[in-house]
């Protein structure tokens, strides 16, 4: 609207001047080199206003031929940023759909025409990790990471390149070098948080938190701060026990619910003579996830109480969350140790049609605590080498007798209580890892704890074997549930021994018993 305004009180003022003129007409002498020309105001302000144009159109055409090679230098220029332009599209269009053949063919067109160019770069890189070149994929990467506006992506690249080859030095020396220049970047803290917790620098860990908090929410904020947190009590309980403390309360404040803070924290309370708040802590966890850890730290709050005060205690604790294994479990261990037979059955009875291997354990020490029944004992003790596994902390296709902070790949809070491989086979709707994270998914799952081998009682000598004092309805082993012909299953881990392999040696039932009580964990009472 100001425009059109303006315009118009152009127009108008130079109208009222063009009308000033016609009503004022005079006469104009000009005498030059002889010449004499006589006209009026308004011929000679024409003839001015004409020359003034002639004198615009040939310096218009002179300057025009002056930067016609300058023109002709930028038009090819565009044209060729043109057809780069349509070379990196079409690429990073045939890179996404797979097709490795124009992938080629327009990357080495973009190569040519825009060489320089940070996407003709990467989709000289992107051309080379789809053709399965590292090589030329590193020498790309490592050309964006020499310039300033593509360093941080370059060294994104080399870290990705680093770990699909498996070398984490170089990989997290990229990853803490993309930190430097940009904090903000989601993978490379990522990455220099799984050295820290691979090295153990739960200081530096919390520190490179409280850094990258404003791109958390608040509560994975406060779950990671709580993990830290006790894996650094954990570190420092034996050097430095106020610390240790300090850490292990604040964890259990930030994360009410997390079984490895409200155990360590409750523990050292009650070390400390502060029992209720110990057992405020312990109640809480509890009643979210039973565990039995929390059940050991409730059961031993008070440094030598008998046991049936500590079996009071756990009918206590076992109300928060009846029905649940752990509370049967940690109610009969209680009961065993003080003798209370009756409650340690009643509280097993719900689990005895189809016991876990503590279950199984239990039962046995039941027996012979109560009857010194042997041939009962060894007959549960039977049924918990061929038993259901037990939960267990696990992570990455590893299991830990208790809880780590990091997997051994570095990845923060991967442990979960759970019991292993249950989620295998299982339908998900995660969608597949792409890239060097399904790499390192995919690592064989070598030294992962396996259960204990299985025993078949009837290949033992008959001196050896257990007495049956119920009918032989296959205890030991569960029929597996028909499966329909189509349907076969993939092999997760090979179950078969190598053609020179003589497979493991025989094994008595003595050793057998040995081990599986070291392997089943929870609570276990000494017995001669």
């Avoid at 803490?176 to 940009?182: I, K, T, V």
């Avoid at 799984?194 to 530096?204: N, P």
């Avoid at 016991?355 to 549960?380: C, F, I, Q, S, Y």
């Amino acid at each position: 609207m100001t425009r059109v305004i303006t315009f118009l009180i152009a127009v108008g003022i130079l109208a009222l001047g063009v009308a000033w003129l016609a009503d004022r007409p005079g006469e104009v002498m000009v005498t030059w080199q002889g010449w004499r020309t006589e006209t009026s105001v308004m011929m000679l302000a024409a003839a001015a206003l004409a020359a003034m144009v002639v004198i615009l159109i040939i310096w218009t055409l002179f300057r025009a031929i002056l930067r016609s090679p300058w023109m002709l230098r930028g038009h090819l220029h565009r044209r060729r940023g043109e057809r780069a332009y349509q070379a990196i599209s079409r690429g990073l269009v045939a890179i996404g759909s797979g097709d490795l053949a124009a992938a080629r063919a327009h990357a080495a067109e973009a190569k040519r025409m825009a060489p320089a160019e940070p996407l003709s770069l990467l989709l000289s890189a992107q051309h080379a990790q789809l053709s399965g070149d590292r090589a030329a994929a590193e020498d790309a990467f490592h050309a964006m990471a020499s310039r300033a506006d593509t360093k941080t992506l370059g060294l994104h690249g080399l870290f990705v390149e680093a770990q699909r080859r498996g070398d984490r030095d170089s990989a997290h020396a990229f990853a803490e070098e993309a930190a430097r220049e940009n904090p903000s970047l989601g993978w490379a803290g990522k990455a220099v948080l799984e050295k820290l917790c691979i090295t153990g620098d739960w200081a530096g860990a919390l520190a490179l938190l409280e850094r990258n908090k404003r791109v958390l929410d608040d509560e994975s904020y406060r779950r990671q701060r709580a993990v830290m947190l006790t894996a650094r009590a954990l570190a420092t309980e034996d050097t430095d026990r106020d610390t240790a403390k300090a850490s292990a309360l604040e964890a259990a404040k930030l994360a009410p619910t997390f079984a490895p803070a409200a155990a360590l924290a409750g523990r050292m309370l009650a070390e400390g003579g502060e029992l209720r708040k110990a057992a405020r802590l312990v109640h809480k966890a509890w009643e979210a996830q039973p565990h039995p850890d929390l059940a050991q730290v409730f059961s031993d709050l008070r440094f030598g109480d008998a046991a049936r005060d500590r079996l009071k205690r756990i009918e206590a604790l076992v109300k928060k969350a009846p029905g649940h294994i752990e509370s049967a479990l940690a109610l009969a261990r209680a009961a065993i140790d003080a003798q209370e037979f009756a409650k340690a059955r009643d509280a097993l009875a719900a689990h005895l049609a189809a016991p876990t291997k503590r279950v199984a354990l239990l039962m046995a020490e039941l027996e012979r605590a109560e009857h010194n029944d042997e041939g009962r004992v060894r007959e549960w003790i039977a049924r918990a080498v061929h038993a259901a596994p037990d939960p267990t902390w696990t992570a990455d296709g590893h299991v830990s007798d208790r809880w780590l902070p990091a997997s051994p790949s570095g990845r923060l809070d991967a442990f979960e209580w759970r019991v292993p491989l249950a989620g295998i086979g299982k339908p998900s709707n995660e969608k597949p890892a792409i890239g060097p994270d399904a790499a390192i998914a995919a690592t064989p799952m070598l030294e992962q704890k396996t259960a204990a081998p299985v025993v078949e009682v009837e290949s033992l000598p008959p001196s050896r074997r257990p007495p049956q004092s119920e009918p032989a309805t296959s205890q030991h082993a569960k029929p597996e549930p028909a499966k329909p012909e189509h349907a076969k299953p993939e092999p997760v881990i090979p179950l078969v021994h190598a053609p020179d392999d003589p497979g493991p040696e025989a094994e008595s039932i003595e050793d057998t018993v040995a081990r599986v009580e070291a392997q089943a964990g929870g609570w276990r009472k000494m017995v001669e």
